[in-house]
């Protein structure tokens, strides 16, 4: 379904819920930056830069679940 306005804290609260205001605005803010520019963003898109901003993981897992959410998703697109 696509995103016509932009309401990820909407969508998803739970991943917001343990983040403080400095770290919510800041996953808002990443993610909003790429909505504007075309790219939908996902569950799993968001829980990983909100795991990342609470630190609950390193940017090497934060990197490394993302290129899995990019490979799940072009494997997804090409079925």
């Known amino acids: 379904m696509q995103m016509h306005t932009f309401d990820v804290e909407d969508r998803w609260p739970e991943l917001f819920v343990q983040l403080d205001d400095v770290q919510r605005n800041a996953v808002r803010q990443s993610l909003a930056a790429g909505w504007h520019e075309g790219c ?3 569950r799993n898109v968001a829980e990983n830069l909100a ?3 609470r630190g609950a993981i390193d940017f090497d897992e934060y990197r490394r679940r993302a290129h899995a959410i990019i490979e799940r998703d072009r494997g997804e697109e090409r079925a």
């Open 40 to 42: 939908e963003p996902t």
């Open 51 to 53: 795991e990342l901003a």
